[in-house]
């Protein structure tokens, strides 16, 4: 009978701790119902354009070497092999993929989902979304750098065709 009440307190005690409040969304995971509420949750979505937004050496890109590596696409160095960017091979019509393009769109998402942010005009509110133009900036001027003119997009585009068709 002892036993009984024991077993019977635990089966009870392990039923009463259970967990109470399944409906919260786990920080630091982007909700979708309300994204960028936070600004951990900017601070995470941003780290991602860490490793393409920003200026590299690249010591070896292009046929150079060491610290005239991205020089070879000027009047300062002659390269080994013909540039296609210089010979006009390089255009929007032959591009297979732009991902530049993909970052700019992602940053638009970024920029355009903020109103849920309750620390809105806050300091790190700001630098993060300083952060945000920096990229946008960045990645256009790529664009500009290989392609000429182009396309200046400040939202996401709906997957139709008349709103992809936007000139340049």
Same mark, same amino acid.
């Given at each position: 009978?002892?036993?009984?009440?024991?077993?019977?307190?635990?089966?009870?005690?392990?039923? $009463?701790?259970?967990?109470?409040?399944?409906?919260?969304?786990?920080?630091? *995971? $982007? =909700?979708?119902?309300?994204?960028?509420?936070?600004?951990?949750?900017?601070?995470?979505?941003?780290?991602?354009? &860490?490793?393409?937004?920003?200026?590299?050496?690249?010591?070896?890109?292009?046929?150079?070497?060491?610290?005239?590596?991205?020089?070879?696409? =000027?009047?300062?160095?002659?390269?080994?092999?013909? =540039?296609?960017?210089?010979?006009?091979?390089?255009? $929007? =019509?032959?591009?297979?993929?732009?991902?530049?393009?993909?970052?700019?769109?992602?940053? %638009?998402?970024?920029? %355009?989902?903020? %109103? %849920?942010?309750?620390?809105?005009?806050?300091?790190? &509110?700001?630098?993060? *979304?300083?952060?945000?133009?920096?990229?946008?900036?960045?990645?256009? &001027?790529?664009?500009? *750098?290989? &392609?000429?003119?182009?396309?200046?997009?400040?939202?996401?585009?709906?997957? *139709?065709?008349?709103?992809?068709?936007?000139?340049?």
């Amino acid at each position: 009978m002892n036993k009984r009440n024991i077993v019977y307190a635990a089966v009870l005690a392990f039923g $009463l701790t259970a967990c109470f409040d399944l409906d919260r969304i786990p920080e630091g *995971v $982007l =909700s979708t119902a309300a994204p960028f509420s936070s600004t951990g949750e900017m601070r995470n979505y941003l780290d991602q354009f &860490y490793e393409t937004g920003l200026r590299h050496q690249g010591f070896t890109a292009g046929g150079g070497q060491f610290i005239a590596g991205y020089d070879t696409h =000027s009047d300062n160095l002659s390269a080994t092999t013909a =540039s296609t960017r210089l010979a006009g091979q390089t255009a $929007l =019509s032959n591009a297979v993929e732009l991902t530049n393009y993909t970052y700019i769109r992602n940053v %638009n998402f970024f920029l %355009n989902n903020l %109103n %849920n942010n309750p620390e809105k005009g806050s300091a790190e &509110y700001n630098h993060y *979304v300083g952060e945000a133009y920096y990229f946008r900036a960045w990645y256009y &001027y790529r664009l500009f *750098v290989d &392609y000429g003119e182009l396309t200046w997009l400040s939202a996401p585009l709906d997957p *139709v065709h008349e709103a992809m068709a936007i000139p340049r």
